[in-house]
């Protein structure tokens, strides 16, 4: 069972087991129509169902999603990030953002932890905050921006999907740890910049990359187009092989599931300790 701890602004959170992380969404247009445009109640429904960490994301980052500025992002992101405070002084609140301005304000705000879709590439004042807070950070791989990420999907050159994930993964640890920057969680990116066949393959090595790699993982596996594209089913209808995943995902050695139900999630830590 994998094990971790995270520094929260020289609070130690330690965590014997793996992590739910619950998405929450502050956003009208999520992939998923069940988890968008999130409240208290969402919130309330989350800690309840057995989240540890919540992550709240104010900017639509599903493949081909349009972009919103820095300000409306920050205004849907706010009030959602205040009602999770006052709900729950406690809990780790992690913001889904890869802008350095957002993220700064969110964790002037309460905010603990930062969850960059591109790793630190598309805003390079992002390393200078996480340096200065010295906030837990999330990085990701992903190729090019969400509006252009699904044409960006050939790997051969490099050796192969998941070969090109552990060395931009690599890369990027290398560069932060430069900057004094150590609390590093590592996210292969499931449904960013990949095709069906490589999101599976990626699961398939997860136990390679987490062996490679050293760091905590991130599964981020809830409901993607891996799992109902194929069969030609919606979001809303693939929990069961969410789960099915997650459970692999932890098997692999995954510390956190990030997930739409945590609910599920958690029931399976009973399942992956028998």
């Not at 502050?26 to 309840?48: H, K, M, V, W």
């Not at 921006?145 to 060395?167: H, K, N, S």
């Not at 409901?223 to 194929?230: A, E």
């Amino acid at each position: 069972m994998t094990t971790f701890s995270l520094n929260l602004d020289g609070r130690l959170v330690s965590f014997d087991r793996p992590a739910i992380m619950a998405i929450i969404n502050a956003t009208p247009d999520s992939f998923y129509s069940g988890a968008r445009n999130a409240s208290a109640c969402n919130i309330e429904q989350a800690i309840a169902d057995g989240a540890d960490i919540l992550d709240i994301g104010a900017c639509s980052t599903r493949p081909g999603a349009p972009d919103v500025s820095a300000d409306e992002e920050w205004r849907r992101l706010r009030p959602v990030l205040e009602a999770a405070r006052r709900l729950s002084p406690e809990i780790p609140i992690s913001i889904d953002t890869f802008r350095a301005d957002v993220a700064a304000r969110a964790l002037d705000a309460g905010a603990d932890i930062i969850n960059d879709i591109s790793g630190g590439l598309m805003d390079p004042e992002m390393d200078n905050v996480i340096a200065r807070t010295r906030a837990p950070y999330i990085i990701m791989h992903m190729r090019g921006t969400p509006a252009t990420m699904q044409q960006l999907t050939d790997y051969e050159p490099l050796g192969g999907v998941t070969a090109a994930v552990i060395r931009f993964l690599a890369e990027r640890i290398n560069a932060l740890a430069a900057k004094g920057i150590k609390d590093i969680i590592v996210d292969p990116g499931f449904g960013f910049a990949k095709t069906v066949e490589q999101n599976h393959r990626l699961l398939h090595d997860l136990p390679l990359i987490c062996k490679t790699l050293k760091r905590p993982l991130l599964a981020g596996l809830s409901r993607k187009s891996m799992f109902y594209k194929p069969l030609g089913l919606s979001p809303a209808d693939v929990l069961p092989q969410t789960t099915a995943a997650n459970l692999l995902a932890l098997q692999a050695g995954a510390a956190i599931l990030r997930v739409h139900d945590p609910a599920p999630a958690r029931s399976l830590l009973s399942l992956e300790l028998a």
